[in-house]
């Protein structure tokens, strides 16, 4: 049973859009991490996000916590070529330092 | 910085063989992490350890077996391959207690037929 939900599960874009990515749950999150994974390597953390409404920017990403730290939003603005991947949103319920994944989101911009 | 490094890169079993999947890490991270991709399910957690010494079960255990060598090393044991262990597996470490930022090696793809 999957405690994150990604929304949506595919997404194609053309370079210069824009594209939002969300991640939902009805548990509670303590804090909760977005990755970035590329074809045949281990994901990348992209951000951290740990207090309930916090947005944080990273270049032409931004990431947001809910208030009632329950979802997130990644929003990325100008889609790149290199944005293109499989974006998936983790959150840590408790003090155990166990991560639950949301089943990811490809992203695939075309130039 | 190695980071965290997994070996072997690819591996064909057959069923009913045996293996183990390495894994270490250079950053003094406390805390190891196994898990298993398989598409459209995500990263399901196998095995962990929150420290040295210390190991416990994830959301996925049976069929494996994992140990913690020492700080550096976590290895995972696949005892009697079957074809629904075929998977691409990740080892990650952890430091920060609180936030629990992993870092991952770049998987082992495995494939028992």
């Known amino acids: 049973t999957q405690l994150l939900e990604q929304s949506p599960q595919f997404l194609s874009i053309q370079e210069g859009e824009n594209l939002t990515v969300y991640c939902n749950s009805s548990?509670?999150?303590?804090?909760l991490q977005w990755y970035r994974q590329e074809p045949g390597e281990g994901p990348v953390l992209l951000v951290t996000v740990v207090t309930g409404g916090e947005v944080k920017k990273l270049k032409r990403l931004t990431f947001q916590f809910g208030d009632a730290r329950k979802d997130s939003s990644l929003h990325i603005t100008a889609a790149q070529t290199g944005d293109t991947g499989l974006y998936l949103c983790?959150?840590?319920?408790?003090?155990?330092?166990?991560?639950?994944f949301g089943a990811g989101t490809q992203v695939v911009v075309t130039p | 910085n190695a980071g965290v490094t997994q070996t072997p890169k690819f591996q064909v079993l057959k069923t009913g063989q045996s293996m183990t999947l390495q894994c270490a890490q250079d950053m003094n991270h406390n805390s190891m992490y196994w898990y298993r991709q398989d598409p459209g399910m995500g990263l399901r957690l196998i095995y962990y350890s929150a420290s040295e010494g210390t190991t416990d079960k994830g959301e996925v255990p049976n069929g494996y077996n994992v140990s913690r060598l020492n700080k550096r090393e976590f290895s995972l044991r696949l005892e009697s391959a079957a074809p629904s262990q075929t998977s691409v597996y990740f080892c990650?470490?952890?430091?920060?207690?609180?936030?629990?930022?992993?870092?991952f090696g770049p998987g082992t793809r495995l494939t028992v037929t």
């Open positions: 983790a959150g840590s319920p408790d003090s155990w330092g166990k991560l639950q």
């Open positions: 990650a470490s952890s430091g920060a207690r609180g936030v629990y930022e992993q870092y």
């Open positions: 548990s509670v999150f303590s804090s």
